[in-house]
C-alpha cells in the first residue's frame, strides 16, 4: 500500500485542528504532540513544537506503506535508493532522489476492519496534496514512479502523482529541492467548505475555483497567508 501523508510541524496545534476538523477531516490519533487525521484520500500528520522553533510552520514531505522492506526493495529494485532506517521511536524508510532531496516513508497502521482505508467519517471529497519542489522535476518524478506512485500528469515544470491508498504527491520545480508547502485538492462545490470554516470563525475565501483558509502559522511569518484548496 501507499499513502500520502505529509507532516507538519507547528506552535499551534489546536487552531490547526479546529481548522482541519472544519474542512472536514477526522482526527484518528492523538497522541500528546502528534495528532494524525484523515481525509477522504490521505493522512496528514501534526507535530508540535514550540515557538520559532525551525520546523514552525513548515510541512515535511512523506507517504506511509504496508511493508517497509517490500517497499524499498521494490523501490530498489526500480531504480531509486531506498535505505531502511532505525530511528529511537520507529523503522522508516529513507528515499533518496537523483535531484538531491530525502524523505521518509513511515509504516502505515491498519483500520479495525484490517484494511489499510481511511477514517469512513472524513469528507470523502477532501484529499490531502505533499509537495515536493524540485530543479529538476524530471528525476523527481521518476523517484516517484519508482516507490509505485502513479503518474496523473507531468511537464517541465510539474508532476502529480496519485498514490494506491490515497493522496496525491506533487512535484513543482523550484530552485532548490525541498519540502512544499501543503495543500488540499476538493471533489466538489466549495462554498459547503468555506460555510464550515465561517462556522468555526476561520477566515476564509474563495476565488476562481481556490479556497484560501488564513493559515494559523502566518502570525509568525515564517508561513504562508493561505491554505489552498482547490477545487478539481
Known amino acids: 500500500m501507499l499513502r500520502a501523508r505529509p507532516t507538519h510541524y507547528t506552535s499551534r496545534p489546536e487552531q490547526w485542528a479546529t481548522l482541519l ?4 477531516l477526522v482526527k484518528t490519533v492523538d497522541d500528546g504532540d502528534w495528532r494524525e487525521f484523515d481525509a477522504g484520500s490521505g493522512r496528514l500528520a501534526v507535530g508540535s513544537v514550540v515557538h520559532a522553533h525551525p520546523l514552525d510552520g513548515s510541512t515535511v ?7 517497509l522492506e517490500e517497499f524499498a526493495r521494490r ?6 535508493q531506498a535505505e531502511i532506517h532505525e530511528g529511537h521511536e520507529e523503522t522508516t524508510v529513507q528515499i533518496s532522489s537523483d535531484d538531491g532531496f530525502e524523505f521518509f516513508a513511515f509504516p502505515a497502521q491498519r483500520a479495525a476492519d484490517g484494511t489499510w482505508a481511511a477514517s469512513d467519517e472524513a469528507d470523502p471529497g477532501l484529499t490531502v496534496v ?30 502529480t502523482f496519485t498514490t494506491k491508498n490515497g493522496g496525491i504527491l506533487r512535484i513543482i520545480h523550484g530552485a532548490d529541492a525541498t519540502n512544499g508547502d501543503l495543500a488540499f485538492e476538493y471533489d466538489g462545490d466549495l ?9 468555526a470563525d476561520i477566515e476564509a475565501r474563495i476565488d476562481e475555483d481556490v479556497l ?6 502566518a502570525v509568525s511569518g515564517a508561513a504562508p497567508a493561505s491554505i489552498v484548496v482547490v477545487a478539481v
Not at 514531505?61 to 511493508?67: A, D, L, T
Not at 515536493?132 to 510539474?158: F, H, I, K, Q
Not at 459547503?192 to 465561517?198: A, E, F, G, I, V
Open 21 to 24: 476538523m472544519a474542512l472536514g
Open 61 to 67: 514531505f512523506g507517504v506511509e506503506v504496508g511493508n
Open 75 to 80: 523501490t530498489e529494485e526500480a531504480g531509486t
Open 130 to 159: 505533499a509537495t515536493w519542489v524540485s530543479p529538476l522535476v524530471g528525476l523527481a518524478a521518476t523517484a516517484l514512479r519508482n516507490t509505485g506512485a502513479r503518474p496523473r500528469t507531468e511537464d517541465d515544470e510539474s508532476a
Open 191 to 199: 462554498e459547503p467548505l468555506l460555510s464550515r470554516l465561517k462556522d
Open 212 to 217: 484560501y483558509v488564513a493559515n494559523p502559522d
